[in-house]
């Protein structure tokens, strides 16, 4: 299997980072695709715990080559306290390659962020602030720069001058916070000439290891209804992490992937506004956010919890082409009497199978549900199917057959180890 694809399958946080530093062993390359230092992947290591925004997971294993793809938005000042932080902790980040294609992340992306979210006052996305839109904005108006660019500092400069400059007339014009244009472009240009090692054509590079017989495994972060296109639009990021932006974010064709993973939780979760059917607005919610610990990695912010929806994870198997599921926090469930699993969406006298196209049904529908019993116990220790409890398998194999792909691997615990092969 030379190049596999991991998505989240939900509204992100499903423990896609567990799966990929697991994964990471069989993969000469890991890639990110999309998004920016919006993401955040924690992957935990005996005592040790990584939480990560933009370099791949996969830098935690010597023999990975991390690569930040061209559809990946840079926040530079991120980027070098993650590498910092990660060298203080005996990790090289030498062989990170970043896309010269890959579009960079400047102050007045984030100050047109939170200009937009004061603007809609209470019908804020919930954005994470961290310039994502406003820079894909800028990708798709051809005004934005690229890391291609600091390989020539005196133009890079002026481009950066000029951008920071009459993007400040613009913020001062809309009434939003205005900028220190001199020391933006001081501090910017410091970081583009630590950048500029690191910058390379990883197209070529992906084509090269994979014509060599490397095995590539890319990244998605976010997840397939926070997608631009097929997402709960606007509640959506400003990329495209289904699997189809795995091949434009890396410049690797659909033919050149074969296995392509969807990551969902025991559960579902969602930060920021937009609609959600099996929302959790009760106590059980709230054990589900204190036992599955769901504040956001990035935020900080608490996320809205809610039963495992197969209306869902089906369509996220046709928009993805889903080969197979991972499940995640399976113990999360260790104490509770009964759990639910959404099979159908009842509305207006008719039983959904599929996702509606029209999102603002949404908020209307009611799901269907199929109760499960608990199973009481921990499951702390398992690594082996049959030694799962018998409703944990029924659990399991109720959705494989909602959702129609098969469950592979599933998630325990959250340490690195704390996992089982189910089939
Ligand atoms: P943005 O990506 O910062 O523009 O935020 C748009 C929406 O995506 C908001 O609802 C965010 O909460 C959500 N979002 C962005 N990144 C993540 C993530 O990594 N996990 C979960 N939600 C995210």
């Not at 890396?250 to 392509?260: F, K």
């Not at 207006?348 to 029209?358: A, C, K, V």
């Not at 194999?397 to 325990?412: C, H, K, Y």
Request: overall charge negative; proline content about 4%; some cysteine.
């Amino acid at each position: 299997m030379p190049v596999t694809v991991v998505v989240g399958a939900q509204w992100g946080d499903e423990g896609k980072a567990k799966v990929i530093d697991l994964l990471s062993k069989e993969h000469g390359y890991v890639v990110r695709y999309q998004g920016g230092h919006n993401a955040g992947h924690t992957v935990v290591v005996g005592d040790e715990r990584y939480a990560l925004q933009l370099i791949p997971s996969g830098i935690l294993y010597d023999h990975v080559v991390p690569v930040i793809g061209n559809g990946v938005v840079v926040d530079m000042v991120t980027l070098f306290n993650e590498i910092d932080t990660l060298e203080r902790r005996g990790i090289s980040c030498a062989r990170l390659i970043v896309s010269s294609h890959a579009h960079l992340i400047f102050p007045w992306h984030q100050a047109w962020d939170a200009h937009a979210e004061a603007g809609r006052g209470d019908d804020k996305i919930g954005t994470t602030l961290k310039g994502i839109g406003p820079a894909y904005a800028d990708k798709a108006r051809r005004v934005g720069i690229r890391a291609g660019e600091v390989l020539d500092a005196s133009a890079f400069a002026i481009s950066l001058k000029d951008r920071a400059t009459a993007e400040n007339v613009a913020l001062a014009a809309a009434g939003a916070t205005v900028l220190d244009v001199d020391a933006i472009v001081e501090q910017f240009t410091v970081l583009a000439a630590r950048l500029a090692p690191y910058v390379g054509d990883t197209v070529s590079e992906l084509h090269d290891a994979l014509a060599a017989g490397h095995q590539l495994l890319l990244e998605g972060a976010q997840a397939t209804f926070l997608d631009l296109d097929h997402g709960t639009y606007p509640y959506v990021t400003s990329s495209n992490p289904t699997s189809g932006g795995a091949c434009v974010g890396t410049g690797l064709g659909p033919r050149d992937i074969d296995r392509i993973v969807g990551i969902t939780k025991a559960y579902t979760t969602r930060v920021g506004s937009g609609p959600f059917p099996t929302e959790l607005l009760d106590e059980l919610g709230e054990k589900l956010v204190d036992i599955g610990r769901e504040f956001g990695t990035v935020t900080g912010r608490r996320r809205r919890p809610g039963w495992i929806d197969c209306v869902m994870l089906r369509q996220a198997v046709r928009l993805n082409s889903l080969t197979e599921l991972a499940l995640t926090k399976l113990d999360v469930f260790d104490t509770f009497e009964q759990v639910r699993v959404c099979v159908g969406y009842r509305v207006g006298g008719t039983t959904l199978r599929h996702y509606p196209d029209r999102i603002e049904l949404l908020a209307d529908v009611e799901p269907v549900y199929i109760d499960m019993p608990g199973w009481n116990q921990s499951l702390a220790a398992v690594r082996e199917p049959g030694q799962l409890p018998a409703q944990a398998q029924d659990f399991l194999r109720l959705v494989e057959r909602e959702v129609g792909v098969p469950i592979r691997i599933v998630g325990v615990g959250a340490e690195r180890d704390d996992y089982l092969l189910w089939s």
